[in-house]
């Protein structure tokens, strides 16, 4: 049974900085591209970042150089740093299998991120 588990989400100011957790297993984490995805309230998902097993990494344009997608391949562990965190970034935090990242059942149960002051 895959299981995706998002850890690491809470409050922070403007500013602030977050690490993302993502604990995997049930499949094949070390040789499968895995991708993060945020919804904001009221808003369809939208793809964040993926990164393959070989630590390659893309990012939508507007997290480039303040997120970085990182993976512990020996512990099945995906994680995402969130530095100069902006308000337009609150939303729940979803980690996915890349293959199917649209899918809500793809996903874990998701960590809230809030930006506010």
């Known amino acids: 049974e895959v299981q995706l588990v998002e850890s690491g989400g809470g409050l922070v100011q403007p500013g602030g900085s977050l690490r993302l957790s993502c604990a995997a297993s049930?499949?094949?984490?070390?040789?499968?591209?895995m991708t993060w995805v945020r919804q904001a309230p009221g808003q369809d998902s939208a793809w964040v970042s993926t990164i393959y097993p070989n630590g390659t990494t893309y990012y939508t344009y507007p997290v480039k150089d303040r997120f970085t997608a990182s993976r512990d391949n020996t512990k099945n562990t995906l994680y995402l740093q969130l530095n100069g965190l902006k308000t337009e970034d609150t939303a729940m935090y979803y980690c996915?299998?890349?293959?199917?990242?649209?899918?809500?059942?793809?996903r874990g149960q998701g960590t809230q991120v809030t930006v506010s002051s």
């Open positions: 996915a299998k890349t293959s199917c990242w649209r899918d809500n059942g793809c």
């Open positions: 049930g499949f094949p984490f070390s040789s499968l591209p």
